[in-house]
């Protein structure tokens, strides 16, 4: 078994899921903790039994062999190049960078060997994403043409859209660039690369500070597929859903639920006079429901979580029992999207061009 050293930086909200995470691993041990925010540091150490709080990140980086990097973007470029220059393995949530040149600069120090990095893209592991997955292969969809997804929240319901403050505000596009890199990855997992074929925004006299563009519609394309992604500031329901469209059927999934839906009922006019594919499609699913939930509710108690799955691959990746969990094609695809949205954005809001 190879056992290494992890160290953790940055101990704010999302911290304790890697640090759970890092509990479950064969081979991780997490060594030491640092934060700008000594208090918060040490309110982790003390949680989760930690040793070490450092004072410098220079020598958390010394002394650890994995770098585990939980900040806020602004500050992952700097980090992230101190790691790799270290030569250590870097584990990083997203959004990885939020300017390009600092992910050039990555990739140039990574030239030689690209597994070095891991990009927490966990809704990749998510328990309904990865059934959706298994449909898809299991060619229960036919070919895939459309991917939808809808990020419909409010500041109510949403943490980094409430008040003024949140770091996600400063970011290009503003609290979307926080959430983009998910809406791009699962893309990607389902539909492969497509290109950025538009980014229109309307401005409403609601829109929040974090959300200057409160309505946003993306569109990517190939020639096998469109995808859509819609952000709102603006709805009480809190909808995350992403939808995969394909030739045979629909994937429906709920990510806050964590529950997938699959319909593949065809129209049929002697259905339609019973409620048509809708009402057929929800017996299907009832009877899919008490053995996903069993699954799940059975894997929640045993602590598992998008993030769990993700570190202990990437854990099976050093133990070589499996593949890195975010290849390097995906992080750039998500990089370079990521980026072009969030200027445009910015662009379309700066130029007065929205809506509003
Ligand atoms: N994958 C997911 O589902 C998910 C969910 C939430 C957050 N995130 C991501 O995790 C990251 C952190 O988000 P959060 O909500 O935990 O933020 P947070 O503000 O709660 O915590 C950030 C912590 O980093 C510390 N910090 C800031 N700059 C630092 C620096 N240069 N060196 C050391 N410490 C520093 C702060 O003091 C704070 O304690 C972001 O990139 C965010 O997008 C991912």
New binding site residues.
């Given amino acids: 078994m190879v056992e290494y050293k992890v160290g953790l ?7 304790g ?1 890697h640090l759970r995470a890092w509990a479950r691993t064969e081979g991780g041990r997490v060594q030491g903790v ?4 000594r208090e ?1 540091a040490e309110k982790r150490a003390r949680e989760f039994k930690i040793a070490t709080i450092y004072e410098e ?1 220079e020598q958390l980086i010394a002394e650890c062999d994995v770098v585990d990097v ?4 602004q ?2 470029g ?2 992230a190049r101190q790691v790799i220059a270290a030569g250590q393995r870097l584990v990083i ?3 990885l960078v939020t300017d390009m040149a600092d992910w050039e600069e990555m990739a140039r120090l990574l030239a030689g060997s690209p597994d070095k990095i891991t990009v ?1 893209h ?2 990749k592991f998510s328990h309904s994403v990865q059934q959706a997955r298994r449909w898809v292969h299991e060619g229960r969809i036919g070919r895939i043409i459309r991917v939808q997804r809808e990020f419909l929240t409010s500041p109510e319901a949403d943490r980094m859209l409430a008040g003024n403050s949140h ?2 505000h400063q970011l290009p596009g503003g609290r979307w660039f ?1 959430t983009l890199p ?1 809406e791009l990855y699962l893309t990607h997992y389902f539909a492969g690369p497509l290109e950025l074929a538009g980014v229109s925004t309307a401005h409403t006299d609601q829109a929040p500070a974090g959300a200057p563009a409160d309505e946003v519609i993306i569109t990517l394309k190939n020639g096998q597929c469109l995808a859509t992604i819609h952000f709102s500031a603006n709805c009480r329901q809190n909808r995350r859903v992403f939808t995969v469209q394909g030739t045979e059927g629909t994937i429906t999934v709920d990510i806050l639920g964590d529950f997938a839906t699959l319909t593949t009922s065809q129209d049929r006019r002697w259905k339609r006079s019973i409620g048509g594919v809708t009402l057929l499609a929800s017996g299907a699913t009832m009877l899919r429901w008490l053995p996903d939930r069993s699954r799940y509710f059975w894997r929640q108690l045993q602590g598992e979580t ?2 769990t799955r993700i570190i202990r691959a990437f854990d099976e990746y050093l133990q070589g029992q499996g593949p890195v969990p975010t290849p390097l094609d995906e992080v750039d695809y998500v990089v370079r999207n990521c980026e072009r949205i969030g200027r445009e954005i910015d662009r379309q809001v700066a130029g007065g061009r929205v809506i509003g």
Avoid: M, Q, Y
Avoid at 9 to 15: A, P, T
Avoid at 34 to 37: H, I, P, T, V
Avoid at 70 to 73: E, L, N, S
């Fill in positions: 930086v940055g101990c704010g909200h999302i911290s899921a640092f934060d700008l925010n918060l990140l939980c900040t806020p973007p500050s992952h700097r980090i949530e997203k959004p927490i966990n809704l770091w996600s926080e998910h998008p993030h």
